[in-house]
C-alpha cells in the first residue's frame, strides 16, 4: 500500500509503530538516516511493507549544510526542519526531496488500475493537483476518489478538475461528480436528498473496520 500525505506531522509513523505495522519512508538507516532514491525508485521493499510519502515535508527531516537530507531533528542552527513554507510551496516542490516524494505519486498512477482515495485533502495545491491530473489523463485505467468532509460549493477548484477528467471523482457531503457529471446525492427509492459522510475521518474509519470485519467473516465463516 501506498500512503501519500502533505502532514507534516508524525501521526502516521506513530499509528504504524503502535500497530507494528512496517512502513518505509525513503530513508535507510539507523543513528542518522537518510534519503536513499535509488530504494524508492527500484520499489525492491515487501509487499506488506506501507510507503509512506510525506509530500511537504516533516518535522523530523532536517536539511544539512551540505544539502543532504536526513531524518532527525535539526542538531544546529546550520541545519532547519525540511517543510514547505505556504509561500513557497509551488517553487519548492521542484526541489529534493519533495521531487523524489512527487515521483512517487506519478509513478502509482501509472501502475494498471491505480485507485488514488483521498481524504482531507482540498485540492488546494497546484502542484499536487498537476500531478493527480496528468497521471489520470496519461492512464485511463487509473482513478481517484476524493473524500471531501463540505458541501461540493467549498471545493470549486476540485469540482473544476473532476468536470474535465472523468476518471476523478468528488464524493462531497451533499454531492457527488461522477464520470465529469454532478448531482445531489439520493436515497434511491423516493429520491429523497441524503447526505455522505465518508469525508469525515471518523465515519471512513468506521466504515473501514465495517469492512474489515465483513472481510473476516467471509473468509472465516465458522469463526465467531
Known sequence: MNLFT???DLLAEEAFERNA??????????????????????DDIPTRWVR??????????????????????????????????SHLKYDESR??????????LRAFL?????TLVTIGYSFSDDHI?????????????AVTFA???EDMNTYPQAASLAQGCPNLGLFARDRGCL???????????????VACGLGDFEAFGRELRRLASRGMREAHPDVG
Open 6 to 8: 502533505t502532514n507534516y
Open 21 to 42: 505495522v512496517p512502513f518505509f519512508d525513503g530513508f535507510v538507516g539507523s543513528r542518522q538516516p537518510f534519503l536513499d532514491g535509488r530504494t524508492m525508485d527500484e
Open 52 to 85: 509512506l510519502w510525506k509530500l511537504h515535508g516533516s518535522t523530523n527531516w532536517a536539511l544539512l549544510p551540505s544539502r543532504g537530507v536526513v531524518r532527525r531533528q535539526p542538531a544546529s542552527p546550520d541545519e532547519r526542519r525540511l517543510i514547505h513554507p
Open 95 to 104: 526541489q529534493m526531496p519533495y521531487l523524489a516524494m512527487q515521483d512517487r
Open 110 to 114: 501509472r501502475l494498471p488500475s491505480a
Open 129 to 141: 493537483n498537476d500531478q493527480v491530473v496528468q497521471g489520470l489523463r496519461s492512464n485511463a485505467s
Open 147 to 149: 473524500l471531501l468532509f
Open 179 to 193: 464520470s465529469g457529471t454532478e448531482a445531489p446525492w439520493s436515497n434511491g427509492a423516493d429520491e429523497e436528498e
